[in-house]
C-alpha cells in the first residue's frame, strides 16, 4: 500500500498477483496511469 | 509428483499438531451440554470460542420451532430454491428480516460465507470496482473475485485511505461499491461507519455493509453497527449470517435497491445451491423472534463481554482496542498461541487459535467469544484460567486482578 501511495495508483487485486519484478512494478504503474 | 504435493509445507505442519495431541482446526466435542459447555471424553469443557453470542442454540422455543418444521415439512428440501421451488418458511423468514430491518427486500443463503459470495459477485461485474477494507472476511474476498470484478483495498478502518482509493478511480467508468463490516471478527473491533459513509456520499458510491459479528450484539434494536452509528438509510445492502447470534446456519441480505430480486436469478450461488432446510429455516425464524423481544439478551452480552475484556486486560494481556463479544489475546507468535491454546484446552476452556492469512497484520491470536449465556462465575473461571496459563508461560506478570466488579465500573 505504500507503493500505491507514493505512485498515487490503486492495484486491482488480480494484478498485483502478476506483479513479480520490479519490472513488472513499473509496467503495472504505466499502464494503470496511463502512460505510454 | 502427487497431488497433494503441492501442499507439503501445510502436511507437515499439520501432521507436526496432530502430534501433539491438540490440534486446534481438528477439535472434536464428544458432547455438547448447553451454549457453554461441552465434553471431550470425559472432560467437561467450557466454551468460549463459538460464536453463540445469544446462546440461543438450546433455546426452547427455538428447538420446539425447528422439531415442529421437521415434523411437518420433513428434514430437507433437496434442491435449489430457483430450480426447485421455494417453502412458504423461506420466504416469510425473507419478509420477517426485511421487516426487521426496515427494509423492502430480503434474501436468504444457504450460508453466510454464500451472502457474501452470492450478492458481492452480483452487484458488481467485470467493469465495476469492490473497495474493500483491506481486513475483511475471507468470504467478501472470494465473493469479490468470483464477479469478476476490479477489487482494490484500503488501509483497515481508514476514512482517509478509502477516500483516496475513490479519488484515484473518479475518472473511471463503472460502480464503485464500499464493503465493510460491523464488528470484525478477528480483534472485535468495529468500523468508523459515519466516516465511511460520508466518504460514500463524496463519490457517489454504494456501501455494503456485514453485520455478520455485530446482528443481535450493537444498535439499540440489535440491527448491528449501522443502527448503532445511526446510518442506516446510508446503507445500500446489509449482509449477514444466521450462524452467530441467531445461533444456527445460514446467510441473508436486505435492501431498499429497486429490482433487489434480479439477483435471484443472477446471484450463481444463489442459484445453484440447495436451500435452507424447513427446521433451520424455522429455528432461525424463532431465534430473530427472540432476539427482537428479548433485548436483555443483548444487555447481557455486553455486559459479559465488558467483564472479560476488562478480565484479560486486568492481567496485563494485549487484546483489542474495544469490549466487544470477540476478545482476542495478541500472542508473540504462533507457538506460542498453539501452546497456549492447548494448556488452556487442558485446563477445560475451549478458545480459538487464529493465524495469518486470517488474521490482521500477520497477527497470531487467541481469540475468544462471550456469550450472553455465560454466567459470572464462568467469565471470571475463563479468565482465572488466563491468568494461570499466562504467568506460567511468562506472558503476563505476577500481580492480583483487580475484582472483577471493580474492572467493569472502571470501563
Redesign the interface.
Known amino acids: 500500500m505504500e507503493i500505491e501511495d507514493a505512485l498515487d495508483i490503486s492495484i486491482p487485486l488480480d494484478r498485483i498477483a502478476e506483479v513479480k519484478t520490479i519490472g513488472d512494478l513499473i509496467a503495472t504503474a504505466h499502464d494503470l496511469k496511463g502512460v505510454a | 509428483m502427487a497431488l497433494f504435493d503441492k501442499y507439503a509445507a501445510l502436511i507437515g505442519q499439520f501432521a507436526s499438531l496432530e502430534a501433539t495431541g491438540y490440534n486446534p482446526f481438528n477439535v472434536s466435542f464428544d458432547t455438547v451440554l448447553s451454549p457453554t459447555e461441552a465434553m471431550i471424553g470425559a472432560r467437561r469443557i467450557l466454551l468460549f470460542g463459538t460464536n453463540n453470542y445469544l446462546g440461543l442454540t438450546y433455546d426452547r422455543a427455538v428447538i420446539e420451532a425447528a422439531a415442529e418444521a421437521t415434523q411437518r415439512l420433513g428434514v430437507g428440501t433437496t434442491g435449489s430454491r430457483v430450480a426447485n421451488g421455494s417453502y412458504g418458511t423461506h420466504r416469510q423468514l425473507e419478509r420477517h428480516l426485511a421487516d426487521f430491518y426496515g427494509r423492502k427486500h430480503g434474501m436468504v443463503f444457504s450460508t453466510g460465507y454464500q451472502a457474501n459470495l452470492g450478492i458481492l459477485s452480483a452487484l458488481a461485474g467485470k467493469d465495476d470496482h469492490l473497495i474493500l477494507d483491506?481486513d475483511s472476511h475471507a468470504s467478501i474476498?472470494d465473493g469479490?473475485?468470483l464477479g469478476h470484478a476490479?477489487?482494490?483495498?484500503f488501509?483497515h478502518n481508514d476514512p482517509a485511505?478509502l477516500d483516496?482509493?475513490l479519488r484515484?478511480?473518479a475518472d473511471t467508468p463503472g460502480d464503485k461499491i464500499i464493503v465493510v463490516e460491523g464488528i470484525y471478527s478477528m480483534l472485535g473491533d468495529t468500523a468508523p461507519l459515519r466516516e465511511f459513509v460520508e466518504v460514500k456520499r463524496k463519490w457517489g458510491a454504494y456501501l455494503v455493509i456485514d453485520e455478520a459479528h455485530s446482528l443481535g450484539v450493537l444498535g439499540r434494536t440489535g440491527r448491528g453497527l449501522a443502527e448503532a452509528a445511526g446510518v442506516e438509510a446510508d446503507v445500500d445492502f446489509v449482509v449477514g449470517t444466521f450462524s452467530k447470534s441467531l445461533g444456527g446456519i445460514g446467510g441473508f441480505c436486505v435492501s431498499d435497491m429497486d429490482g433487489f430480486d434480479i439477483l435471484r436469478v443472477a446471484s450463481r450461488p444463489y442459484m445453484f445451491t440447495a436451500s435452507l432446510p424447513p427446521s433451520v429455516v424455522a429455528a432461525v425464524t424463532e431465534a430473530l423472534n427472540q432476539l427482537r423481544h428479548r433485548p436483555a439478551l443483548r444487555q447481557q452480552l455486553l455486559d459479559n463481554a465488558r467483564r472479560f475484556h476488562a478480565g484479560l486486560a486486568d492481567l496485563g494481556f494485549n487484546i483489542g482496542p474495544e469490549a466487544s463479544p470477540v476478545v482476542s489475546a495478541i500472542m508473540p507468535d504462533p507457538a506460542t498461541a498453539f501452546t497456549f491454546w492447548s494448556k488452556l484446552l487442558e485446563a477445560g476452556l475451549y478458545t480459538n487459535v487464529s493465524l495469518p492469512p486470517a488474521t490482521p497484520k500477520g497477527l497470531a491470536l487467541l481469540r475468544s467469544s462471550v456469550s450472553a449465556a455465560h454466567s459470572r462465575s464462568q467469565i471470571d473461571h475463563a479468565v482465572q484460567l488466563f491468568a494461570e496459563t499466562g504467568r506460567a508461560m511468562g506472558l503476563i506478570g505476577d500481580q492480583a486482578a483487580a475484582a472483577p466488579e471493580m474492572r467493569v465500573a472502571a470501563q
Open positions: 483491506a474476498y469479490s473475485r476490479q477489487v482494490t483495498r488501509r485511505d483516496n482509493r484515484r478511480l
